[in-house]
């Protein structure tokens, strides 16, 4: 399974916005394609949209036939340009960045190599991606145990990323070495990704899942339905604060509540380590629409009352049992353990 494609030198990318009902593939082909499919979540996740946002950067600079100097200026505006889509997942400028520092690095080869420079950046980003994935879910699978029922919030899975996911990439390697363990995955008002896209990799995956509203999680605590909690990362602070999709914190403070732990899987490159803390991270505001209506449709509020969108919050670094990371598990103190590995 994949949500995105580049073959024979073109971009396709799986719409999510259409699942669970509708696979379409689309194709990307120019920078305002890019952009929306990443504005209107068709392409969402923070590791996904750091790899599929690098490719459209190809995709729309690959046949431009002006000069050197003219294709320097476009692909730094082009770069801004993307980076300001959406702004709390990380992955996003990091990709972007990569790409301007290999084309800073090359400057002086020819246009033809360059943009066969970007290209490879671009594979190499996507594969690097696949094994963050892997070794995620290798250093995730020593905090699971047989019989375990796990539950996740958003997509954080093949979904939201060139590989397995993050906190899905653990969840399918104890599904493979454990066979039993159980998943819940909450619905995620208002895009519904949990229910929609979380609830339709697993099952396709054969990984035993069951969707819950959001406002059911504190009582599956409570009657011990649930023992371990991991959600993925958009962007986590030096000092170890994580910004996920919204809902995240309330289920954080639910575990502290019920001594469950609380575990936050993510790669490097999700790391932010210039921003101190969590306050500091740009939470992105969506359209009150979202919250109007169900998947943008139909209408579940009186039409002229308003609604309040922010798409992701902050939960303190205190309320994070656990950090799983490509590059091993970390525990508190985060502030230390962070700068020791990024
Ligand atoms: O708005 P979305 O769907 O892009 O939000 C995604 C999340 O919040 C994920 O949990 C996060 O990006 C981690 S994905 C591996």
Request: charged share 30%; proline share 7%.
């Given at each position: 399974m994949q949500s995105i494609n580049f073959k024979n030198n073109r971009l396709f990318y799986l719409?999510?916005?259409?699942?669970p009902l509708k696979e379409i593939w689309l194709e990307c082909t120019s920078l305002k394609e890019g952009f929306m499919a990443i504005k209107k979540l068709s392409v969402r996740g923070a590791p996904l949209i750091g790899v599929f946002s690098a490719y459209c950067i190809y995709i729309h600079l690959?046949?431009?036939?002006?000069?050197k100097e003219k294709f320097l200026k476009k692909l730094k505006e082009s770069l801004e340009h993307l980076k300001s889509?959406?702004?709390?997942?990380?992955n996003l400028s990091w990709a972007l960045n990569r790409i301007d520092e290999i084309v800073i690095k090359n400057k002086d080869k020819s246009l033809i190599r360059i943009k066969k420079i970007i290209l490879k950046e671009a594979i190499t980003i996507h594969k690097e991606d696949i094994i963050l994935c892997r070794k995620i879910g290798e250093y995730g699978v020593k905090l699971v145990n047989k019989g375990d029922k796990i539950l996740t919030h958003c997509n954080a899975g093949i979904l939201a990323a060139g590989g397995e996911g993050t906190a899905l990439a653990v969840i399918y390697k104890a599904n493979r070495v454990y066979k039993d363990i159980m998943v819940f995955a909450?619905?995620?008002?208002?895009?519904l990704q949990g229910a929609r896209l979380t609830a339709w990799e697993l099952a396709k995956n054969k990984v035993p899942v069951t969707v819950i509203c959001d406002n059911m999680a504190a009582f599956l605590m409570q009657k011990g339905q649930i023992n371990k909690i991991i959600v993925g990362a958009d962007r986590i602070a030096a000092n170890g604060d994580v910004a996920n999709k919204i809902g995240t914190y309330s289920l954080a403070v639910l575990a502290k509540y019920h001594k469950i732990p609380f575990y936050v899987a993510a790669p490097?490159?999700?790391?932010?380590?210039?921003?101190?803390?969590?306050?500091?991270i740009p939470i992105e505001q969506r359209h009150e629409n979202e919250v109007h209506k169900i998947i943008n449709k139909v209408l579940i509020t009186p039409a002229d009352v308003k609604a309040y969108n922010p798409a992701f919050d902050v939960t303190p670094?205190?309320?994070?049992?656990a950090i799983i990371t490509d590059r091993g598990i970390l525990y508190p103190p985060f502030k230390y353990n962070i700068s020791k590995i990024i």
């Open positions: 719409d999510q916005t259409k699942l690959k046949d431009l036939p002006s000069n889509c959406r702004p709390t997942a990380v909450d619905e995620t008002r208002p895009l490097f490159s999700t790391f932010d380590v210039t921003l101190e803390k969590g306050e500091y670094n205190e309320l994070v049992t």
